[in-house]
């Protein structure tokens, strides 16, 4: 099965040059090679600060885009690995060796199987 | 052609040796985590180099050698990256001799008693029992038992840091400890294969896999420890399983053991249950499962209810109830003196059964009763009884069950009244 590692980190956090987060940054590439080796590896991407980012709606036809997200949280979403692993648990196992697990969190998700109905809310 | 064979051998090698393979490298790597991620880099390997330089002779020793060297090797780059991590110095020095076949199921029985600690919350037992043992996915496991993934994710996640927080030994329990930690195993074992047996929601192959599963786990308890009360359970179960064909009809209806096809029972599974049940008989140590399945035993045996040595069940029922004095062997107990001398008799040892206590909400002491009225000819009293029974119980085929008997109760009444 495919997962999502959605990874939330506070920039300020990561980006202050402390020895930890220089730590996290270095380990985190070879991290990704070790998940390409062992084939667990579909896709990782970094996202750049929230304020390179615009956010796009569409009300009654009408586009509209404003500049940034701005949340209030400190943590933003910072990272996507996208994994294939035998189900949750090695799913959370392999989350749980991404680098920035120490300095903010990540969030695990199963990618939606289409042969299974859709949820009802 | 040569990649075609060995994709089918790695696929085959996938399927039967990657859970002995996993229990022998927890066992080397020191760790559930570890061991999990030697195991992807053994299959990953072998992907890689089966096809190329063909398949190893024996393929479990292949594996666990290269997960383990594989893991290892990997460590020692990381270590040199972040700074030698002094234990890992220790466990890459030692060498130990990957174990010959025999000891394969040592290991699997390791697992079993590590993943059935009786440090574990029982819930906890039984998920990473079907994970670990079982090689059952996380999510198949959800499904099986009707819960959400991260719900089973974290009991697991829960499990494993307790094991390595506690330092519980992965080994098989020394004697003294062994009868503790056994009835922790089998209780596992039991309520994996109740879960599978007794359930009519959900997707009745994932309850049939519980069902072979639990099997599968008492099989291998028994092939390595000669203990009386693994030897009942394996018995009690395959017992069941004989009859698991004729206990529901087509429309997920519960069918009464009175009015099973007997002719449809398993006979093989039945004379393997005998064989086990006067094995565990000799060594004079009657626990609970054994007498279980010597009542079990005396059911399969019998042409037809009627024809059935109620007498001999419930000399067993006794000797069961000085051994588990439980409010449900007292009412199962009464169920078979009701068979024995008649629905009066049995009607007074329901009743003396609920007045010990602990049984006003078991739906089952309440429809029990209301067997025994209705045969007295009791119309009113035994339509109280099931509706009591009724309000008791939410699995559906049971509630399909008594709404059939009430509704019969009620066709009987008014032929009498007429």
């Excluded at chain 2, 393979?21 to 072998?46: K, N, P, Q, S």
């Excluded at chain 2, 890459?92 to 290991?107: K, R």
């Excluded at chain 2, 009859?243 to 099973?260: F, H, K, S, V, W």
């Excluded at chain 2, 069961?320 to 007292?330: F, G, I, M, N, Y």
Aim: with cysteine; net charge negative; glycine share 6%.
């Amino acid at each position: 099965m495919r997962y999502a590692c959605l990874i939330y980190f506070d920039p300020q956090k990561a980006f202050n040059q402390s020895p930890e987060a220089e730590a996290v940054l270095r380990d985190s590439e070879p991290y990704n090679a070790e998940l390409t080796a062992s084939g667990h590896m579909v896709a990782a991407h970094a996202l750049t600060l929230p304020q390179a980012a615009m956010t796009v709606q569409v009300r009654d036809g009408k586009m509209s885009a404003t500049d940034g997200p701005f949340m209030e949280t400190k943590e933003m979403l910072g990272g996507i690995v996208l994994i294939e692993a035998r189900d949750l648990n090695e799913a959370v196992r392999i989350a749980g060796g991404i680098p920035f697990a120490r300095l903010g969190f990540v969030e695990v998700r199963p990618l939606v199987d289409y042969s299974q109905p859709r949820p009802t809310l | 052609m040569i990649t075609g064979d060995a994709r089918h051998a790695l696929e085959v090698a996938y399927r039967t040796e990657a859970r002995h393979v996993l229990a022998t490298l927890i066992r080397l790597m020191g760790g559930f985590d570890a061991a999990e991620e030697a195991l992807h880099e053994a299959f990953a390997a072998a992907a890689e180099q089966w096809p190329r330089d063909g398949v190893p002779v024996n393929p479990y020793s292949w594996l666990v050698s290269t997960g383990r060297f594989k893991t290892i090797d990997r460590w020692r780059r990381q270590a040199r990256l972040a700074g030698a991590l002094p234990e890992l110095a220790a466990l890459a020095g030692t060498a130990p001799e990957i174990t010959m076949p025999e000891d394969i199921q040592d290991d699997e029985l390791r697992l079993i008693f590590t993943c059935c600690h009786p440090a574990l919350a029982p819930d906890a037992r039984i998920a990473l029992t079907l994970r670990e043992v079982g090689g059952l996915t996380t999510e198949e496991i959800a499904r099986a038992y009707l819960a959400p993934a991260p719900t089973i994710a974290q009991r697991i996640v829960r499990a494993k840091a307790k094991i390595r927080d506690e330092a519980i030994p992965y080994e098989v329990p020394a004697r003294a400890e062994l009868p503790a930690r056994l009835e922790s195993a089998l209780q596992v074992i039991y309520l994996i294969f109740n879960e599978g047996y007794t359930a009519t929601q959900g997707p009745s192959l994932m309850r049939e896999d519980l069902c072979a599963e639990a099997i599968r786990l008492g099989r291998l308890v028994v092939e390595l420890l000669d203990e009386s009360e693994a030897l009942g359970l394996l018995a009690l179960m395959l017992l069941h399983e004989a009859r698991r064909p004729t206990r529901i009809d087509a429309a997920g209806d519960l069918i009464l053991l009175e009015n099973q096809n007997r002719a449809l029972w398993d006979r093989g599974l039945i004379a393997e249950a005998q064989g086990l049940i006067e094995h565990a008989l000799a060594s004079r140590r009657f626990g609970p499962y054994l007498l279980q399945a010597a009542v079990a035993a005396v059911h399969a045996e019998a042409p037809s209810v009627g024809e059935t040595d109620w007498a001999q069940i419930v000399a067993l029922y006794d000797v069961l109830l000085r051994v588990d004095p439980s409010a449900v062997v007292a009412l199962n107990r009464a169920a078979a003196v009701g068979m024995r001398d008649g629905p009066a008799a049995g009607l007074a040892s329901i009743d003396a059964a609920l007045k010990q206590g602990g049984l006003d909400d078991y739906h089952l002491a309440h429809s029990a009763r209301a067997d025994m009225q209705r045969r007295l000819g009791l119309a009113e009293a035994a339509r109280v009884s099931y509706q009591r029974a009724l309000e008791l119980t939410r699995q559906p085929a049971e509630r399909r069950f008594l709404q059939a008997r009430l509704t019969q109760l009620d066709a009987e009444f008014a032929t009498v009244r007429n």
